[in-house]
């Protein structure tokens, strides 16, 4: 009878065993975010898909060797940054995704660099889901794209909410958004959050957010991100966001600041609030980040996380991490997108004696001479008295020496068309009244050419056009983008009025056109 007792309950005891461990679960996260056209590899060997392949191959093995389900989440803005890509509408990059096994995306501000049918076409060349709970249709609120995804892994049953930036609506090419509106991100989620809830048992939920990671909330001119939905949230609603937009490493330290202290190959820890995890892996697959986590009776507990970098190299030129090798399917794939692109941009087409300057914390904060270029090739090209551009247009410099029109393309990458705007005196300085307050370090600071002012303590003054002041009773020839031009960065927008000339011609071409007519340019005289 003893022995009999004993092993009812050896069997009891053994059957809770299971029970408990078939309760405890364990998910691993990867994650990348903000690609910017970077499927191929850099001049240094750096990143890129084929090795990024290579990594999260090994990084599913690993956590299915422990039991781990996984999902493969990315943070948005695949397109604009390289020309090879840019020339082809990012099909390498995503294709190159789907060939990754990502599981879903948040559709970011620069999936709108294009027309709405590129990224439907973007969306076929996927096999995963664009989502965006927050994009609407204004007619009638309905959702313009894919709310959420549903995924089930390992056991686990995953909801996966989008999220895009409400700043989209004025850093987009307002052109291209057509009947789209943008609704605040918090109370998005917790209705779609609901919702789920109420028609599937889910045992985690995840935003895949473009918004932005802002520490302590401090977003400034731009629109709320990560840190604040998460404290503006009812707590339970998220487990965990999973970020883009603000193309950083969200690492902090023990007080929640960030962590000055990291670098590729060290230790990173998430940030925290409200109980919802937030992660980003900077950008341009530099990292993949990987997050583990114990499900245990609805608790979700971080186990592990790091941001691995992918060939990435210190200041010796040497490999911060072990050598990933690139995978040769996806270089098969890849291979001919590249080549295509190399073709296509190959050649000098004009020369700079000079460092022109597109750094961000140049072209948004004061006048760049790489502005001036810009603004006096597309005044040449509409016959302009004067022109002008917001900062945020201009995406990288221009090396001293032979340019090529790929070196054009990194600073131009948007194909935005020159306009003309003639004014009549008087409107130009109702105009200029709101483009010269526009302040430092946001999209719309003004750049321009042939134009001087004073703006002080909110206030316009001693406006010159080419050195002589401004005649209210005067006609004068604007050259703009037709992005400003149509109201892009908050600019007020032209497109309706009397004076306004739209062209054909792309801010490419027109500074390409200028520099093999002005050669050699010689950047003291700009």
Not at 297 to 318: A, F, M, Q, R, W
């Amino acid at each position: 009878m003893r022995i009999l007792l004993f092993v009812l309950f050896c069997t009891l005891l053994s059957s809770c065993q299971l029970t408990s461990n078939h309760s405890t679960q364990y998910l691993t996260v990867l994650h990348t975010n903000d690609n910017h056209g970077r499927f191929w590899h850099n001049e240094k060997g750096e990143y890129g898909m084929a090795a990024r392949k290579t990594l999260i191959d090994q990084l599913r093995d690993q956590a299915a060797q422990k039991g781990h389900a996984v999902v493969l989440l990315s943070g948005g803005d695949i397109n604009t940054g390289i020309p090879e890509s840019d020339l082809q509408f990012a099909e390498p990059d995503f294709k190159g995704m789907s060939l990754l096994g990502y599981d879903a995306m948040a559709i970011g501000n620069h999936e709108f660099d294009n027309p709405l049918h590129i990224l439907e076409k973007q969306q076929q060349w996927a096999n995963f889901p664009l989502l965006s709970a927050n994009i609407l249709h204004t007619k009638d609120n309905t959702h313009a794209y894919q709310p959420y995804a549903l995924i089930n892994k390992h056991g686990l049953k995953i909801a996966v909410v989008g999220l895009t930036t409400p700043d989209t609506a004025k850093i987009a090419n307002p052109e291209y958004l057509g009947d789209l509106i943008f609704v605040d991100p918090a109370q998005i989620v917790e209705s779609t959050v609901t919702a789920i809830k109420a028609s599937h048992d889910v045992d985690v939920v995840i935003a895949v957010t473009h918004m932005g990671h802002y520490h302590d909330a401090n977003f400034g001119i731009n629109a709320p991100g990560d840190v604040t939905l998460a404290r503006n949230i009812a707590p339970g609603t998220l487990d965990m966001i999973i970020g883009g937009h603000s193309q950083e490493p969200v690492c902090v330290d023990s007080q929640g600041n960030p962590d000055t202290q990291f670098a590729p190959g060290k230790a990173c820890v998430p940030d925290k609030q409200n109980g919802v995890w937030i992660m980003q892996a900077h950008e341009w697959g530099k990292f993949v980040g990987k997050a583990e986590f114990k499900i245990e009776n609805g608790e979700k507990t971080l186990i592990s996380y790091e941001l691995i970098p992918v060939n990435l190299k210190n200041n010796h030129d040497e490999y911060v991490n072990p050598y990933i090798k690139p995978d040769a399917q996806m270089t098969t794939l890849l291979q001919p997108y590249q080549a295509f692109g190399e073709k296509k941009l190959m050649g000098s087409v004009g020369f700079v004696d000079g460092y022109l300057d597109g750094k961000r914390d140049t072209v948004r904060f004061k006048p760049s001479k790489l502005a001036s270029l810009i603004i006096k090739a597309q005044m040449a090209a509409v016959g302009a008295d004067f022109g002008l551009i917001s900062g945020g247009g201009i995406r990288h410099s221009i090396e001293a020496g032979d340019v090529s029109y790929k070196d054009i393309l990194k600073v131009h990458p948007f194909k935005n068309r020159i306009t003309l705007m003639q004014w009549q005196g008087g409107e130009l300085y109702e105009y200029l009244k709101t483009v010269t307050s526009f302040p430092a370090d946001s999209g719309a600071y003004l750049q321009y050419y042939g134009l001087s002012f004073d703006y002080v303590d909110g206030k316009l003054s001693n406006v010159m056009i080419n050195s002589q002041p401004l005649d209210f009773n005067a006609t004068y020839k604007m050259s703009i983008n037709s992005y400003n031009a149509s109201g892009g960065d908050g600019y007020p927008s032209l497109v309706n009025m009397a004076g306004y000339k739209p062209t054909s011609m792309t801010d490419a071409e027109v500074l390409k056109q200028y520099l093999q007519t002005h050669s050699p340019i010689k950047v003291n005289l700009l």
